[in-house]
């Protein structure tokens, strides 16, 4: 079945240093990848989006790639913030309607100033 | 737009206890999902609909819990009895096509002694 494979966190960073959050699916066919990001004390949010191969999504300085040869949709930012501490989820869609977005168990990130 | 609406945002009840959460999806959107999202087990889907019609609730743990959505704009998830492991943050999502771009209330905090 579809899956979706996160690092494990916390991630503790400085500010203004670089990020990455790896992220692996298996999937059949051709999902279209998300990352969502939950500030504390809300709800999740989407972040960016890719729907194809080689699709780079991109939001906030957010950026991945939909790299269908590693299944992989990795997160990077440059320069991180305090403000960007929150937990980002990788996510799946299957191109197969009917079923549901699958998410990654999280990545919790902290930024320190 | 108003987004998605929960209510209520914090209930604590004591064990045995029926509990009703509720959703008003966004206008429009034809999918609706229920979360549950506890720090041990992550973010779990319980239940989703499409058009009004449960399509998988594989993930509702057990036969105390139920769902229903009787119309576009309206959805419940009770849970009778509570139990303490019940606590947990519920959210509601709703999507507007078969997307993957879901758009999550704010939660409902659940406490159950």
């Known amino acids: 079945g579809n899956s979706v494979t996160q690092m494990e966190g916390p991630v503790t960073l400085s500010e203004e240093a670089f990020l990455t959050i790896n992220c692996t699916y298996t999937?059949?066919?051709?999902?279209?990848l998300f990352w969502y990001v939950q500030y504390p004390g809300e709800g999740l949010q989407l972040l960016l989006k890719a729907t194809k191969a080689d699709d780079k999504g991109s939001n906030k300085g957010f950026e991945a790639t939909y790299r269908k040869e590693t299944t992989s949709f990795h997160l990077e930012k440059g320069s991180v913030q305090v403000s960007d501490s929150a937990v980002y989820f990788c996510?799946?869609?299957?191109?197969?309607?009917?079923?549901?977005?699958?998410f990654g168990k999280g990545t919790t990130l902290s930024v320190s100033s | 737009d108003a987004g998605v609406i929960q209510s209520p945002r914090h209930e604590v009840t004591e064990m045995g206890q029926e509990v009703t959460l509720r959703c008003k999806p966004i206008?429009?959107?034809?999918?609706l999902f229920w979360y549950r999202q506890t720090m041990m087990r992550g973010l779990e889907l319980l239940i989703y609909f499409n058009n009004n019609v449960p399509i998988d609730d594989s993930g509702m743990p057990e036969d105390r819990f139920s769902a229903k959505m009787p119309n576009a704009s309206f959805s419940t998830l009770k849970i009778q009895p509570s139990e303490p492991r019940d606590s947990a943050v519920y959210f509601c999502?709703?999507?507007?096509?078969?997307?993957?771009?879901?758009?999550f209330g704010e939660g409902s905090r659940l406490t159950v002694l």
């Open positions: 999502a709703s999507m507007g096509g078969y997307t993957g771009e879901l758009f």
């Open positions: 996510a799946l869609i299957s191109n197969q309607a009917g079923t549901a977005l699958i």
């Open positions: 999937a059949t066919g051709y999902p279209s």
């Open positions: 206008s429009g959107h034809d999918y």
